[in-house]
């Protein structure tokens, strides 16, 4: 596990990153992802991932949403922007609301990883009952006090890792 969390911080560490990330809610649920982040550490958030030079958001959470995923979305509404800041990860984090367009749900990869190291272990749809259940250190911040739906629908403004949106 020391070498998934060597490769982590290779990968993804020491510099500050934007990501985008894609809110899909079907069924009164929502399509969470849990990482493996080494040293039996999980972490569950929504699909997303690291932009890519010249793509724009969009058009890098469809890619990212297909390759964790599996399905093809269509990004809409921006809901919130988020920084997230805990050594050595620094990003600056885009949530967008999603719809799904077509595809059937499957585990998926991360090609910046070679297949030994893959971090994703599971995809579902998860109700707000089993995202409360989670201890918060195993799932991102905004999940941490969402006690329905119409909570993550309303997400607004800028939030920092302590969760305190600054206006």
């Not at 990501?19 to 899909?24: C, K």
């Not at 272990?121 to 905004?142: A, T």
């Amino acid at each position: 596990m020391q070498n998934l969390e060597k490769e982590i911080n290779e990968k993804f560490g020491g510099r500050l990153r934007t990501r985008v990330n894609g809110v899909l809610i079907q069924d009164d649920k929502i399509l969470m992802v849990k990482h493996l982040m080494g040293n039996e550490k999980h972490f569950w958030n929504v699909p997303g991932g690291g932009m890519d030079y010249q793509s724009t958001a969009p058009e890098n959470l469809q890619r990212e949403f297909l390759e964790e995923t599996g399905l093809a979305i269509q990004v809409g509404e921006l809901l919130t922007v988020t920084e997230y800041i805990k050594h050595p990860l620094h990003a600056v984090e885009l949530f967008f609301e999603v719809t799904h367009l077509s595809g059937q749900l499957t585990k998926g990869t991360d090609p910046e990883l070679p297949e030994s190291s893959q971090l994703i272990e599971d995809v579902r749809f998860m109700d707000i009952n089993e995202i409360q259940q989670l201890p918060k250190d195993e799932k991102h911040h905004l999940f941490w006090k969402i006690k329905s739906l119409n909570d993550v629908r309303i997400w607004k403004g800028y939030f920092n890792f302590e969760n305190k949106c600054i206006k």
